[in-house]
């Protein structure tokens, strides 16, 4: 079992920044993939980025590309997403979610899921 425990949301402006955190529970959380997703309201579940199991593969929607970066400290069992040049259709819930595959886009490959932290950009 992981638990998932997102951080760091919140209200920014326009091409302001933010990082957040997913912080697992549980020896294994190395072994696993990480991703993270957001669902904006109305909107279905879209995949924004993963990273392997050992931070060497790092992949990215285009919608993000370029603005956000994904990392990982196995050590404190974390992985952080820093969100720079944020725009107001950044706005959703985003999710992180652990995958003891390889990692991918489709968000039913995950095992486990975090709940969530609101991340709103006003224009």
């Known amino acids: 079992q992981v638990q998932l425990v997102e951080s760091g949301g919140g209200l920014v402006q326009a091409g302001g920044s933010l990082r957040l955190s997913c912080a697992a529970s549980?020896?294994?959380?190395?072994?696993?993939?990480m991703g993270w997703f957001r669902e904006a309201p109305g909107k279905e579940r879209e995949f924004v980025a993963v990273?392997?199991?050992?931070?060497?593969?790092?992949y990215y929607a285009d919608s993000v590309k370029g603005r956000f970066t994904l990392s990982r400290d196995n050590a404190k069992n974390t992985v952080y997403l820093q969100m720079n040049s944020l725009k107001p259709e950044d706005t959703a819930v985003y999710y992180c979610?652990?995958?003891?595959?390889?990692?991918?886009?489709?968000?039913?490959?995950?095992?486990?899921w975090g709940q969530g932290t609101q991340v709103t950009v006003s224009s």
């Open positions: 990273i392997s199991w050992n931070g060497g593969n790092t």
């Open positions: 549980g020896r294994t959380f190395s072994m696993y993939a």
């Open positions: 979610a652990a995958d003891l595959g390889g990692g991918s886009y489709y968000r039913e490959e995950y095992d486990y």
